[in-house]
């Protein structure tokens, strides 16, 4: 571990007080204001980018009861706020008792499904709710491309899922797409998809991060892409959620909407299904475990005095990047990318736009560190570790036609998920 | 309109904590949640956050200031700030007399 850089310093001196948001969040604050939550590591697919390697249920799952003491903690530290996944967290049996404990305990859920239990009954009760945001998977904008990463018949489960929500009228659902080599040319495609659908389109990274990590060489965007996708970004505004995900691409133009900060164990962290805190839900490693619920005394205490945190919390040199002219708005881009690739982790991201993360990747000496925890089901579904042989065309003229209108105030979005959209800076 | 107006329309005016807020403290000041938009809002200082938890119990903003100790010559800033979280709905024009119910459900925690 390198992120040791200085001595601790917690507690904020008067001195400080004119000091920027964003250095405010590196220091950490009192309650995380993007908490991912994995109810369960078992899922009914089998997704090749998994980013927690779910498949099986772990037996250490944490019960109903242990769940409601989260919940019971979250709302006395004023987490207002969580973004619950998996594995799919509808396959549960408790799953719906606990939104509905979680709603009438002030804190609001987002979770992420690829749409298994979205019935139409599920759609209609789920519009009725309030403080409810439901956010469906989909890689592909159509069912060739979905279906390679996500497996057969996923793309259609999305479909009727959103189809559901729709004719319930849930409004303003997430339809969620890691970008990939594969996918990058639908971006178009899939804002159709989302706008039909009433609903919100949000890219995140493919982050080489549990499965992530077998798929990634060769699913990940090329640097030719990063710049496609990095522009169409730019186009699409605010219109479209990013979890902050892309500021490593910053380095292309202006920054984008965003923090521009690797909020992982400052203002990010993950809770997993057996209630180990990891510092963000990319980082499900030894390595970056602050603690556990049941045995180190609550999500507070792990919250306020892991020692992991507290070390994240220091401000961080920027190594072999801090001459770089993009640092300000890249920061050396995510440390899971960096880790989970075996590179250095105060050095360039291996997706740096000035292409020195492909350097780093080449050196015969990297290793990449081997997972801490997999769930992945044993018997893989025929085809999962195929390589994806699909190969799209390509569309040179991928205008986007939407002119984005000038935001008011930027959103403040922590990097793995975005409960911030439509942030104001108040004085 | 002039600011002069506006500033004084807001100093004057009679406000409270919207229902579906609730205020988290933090080293700086406070974060804000409105359970009905899902925005955070940040109060990046402390006196800011006392005057808007005072607003509820003076009868206009003025007397929120001053209660909070805020010198005079900064309650221009001070009420650009009130009418962003105004704007936010963070803080709302308080109904006169006839109040609403006490029995609300809207704020949290
Ligand atoms: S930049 Fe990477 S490590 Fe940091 S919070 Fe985001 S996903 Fe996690
Ligand atoms: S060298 Fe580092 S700071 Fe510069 S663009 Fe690459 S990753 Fe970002």
Known sequence: MTLLTEPASTGLAATERAMPLVARFERGLAAPICLTWELTYACNLSCVHCLSASGRRDPRELSTEQCESIIDELQAMQVFYVNVGGGEPTVRPDFWHLLEYAVNHQVGVKFSTNGVRIDAARARYLASTDYVDVQVSLDGATAAVNDQVRGEGSYAMALRALDNLTTAGFRDAKISVVVTRHNVDQLDEFKRIADDHGATLRLTRLRPSGRGADVWDELHPTHDQQRDLYEWLVRAGEKVLTGDSFFHLAGFGEKLPGLNLCGAGRVVCLIDPVGDVYACPFTIHETFRAGNIVTDGGFAQVWRTSELFGRLREPQGGGACSACQHYDVCRGGCMAAKFFTGLPLDGPDPECVQGYGQAALADPQRTVPALSLDHSHRREPAGRREPVLLQLGTRPDAATPAAPAAPAAPPVSACAENPLAGFTPAR | ?109
């Open chain 2, 1 to 109: 309109m002039s600011t002069d107006t506006l500033e004084d329309q807001t100093l004057d005016a009679a406000w409270e904590l919207s229902r579906s807020v609730a205020l988290r403290p933090e080293s700086f000041g406070a974060l804000a949640y409105h359970f009905g938009n899902r925005r955070l809002i940040f109060l990046k200082r402390r006196e800011l956050v006392e005057v808007v938890r005072g607003l509820g119990d003076a009868p206009d903003a003025r007397t929120a200031l001053r209660r909070a100790g805020v010198p005079a010559e900064q309650w221009a800033s001070f009420a650009a700030a009130l009418r962003g979280l105004a704007d936010a709905d963070v803080i709302r024009p308080r109904q006169p007399a006839a109040e609403q119910p006490a029995g609300e459900q809207g704020e949290p925690g």
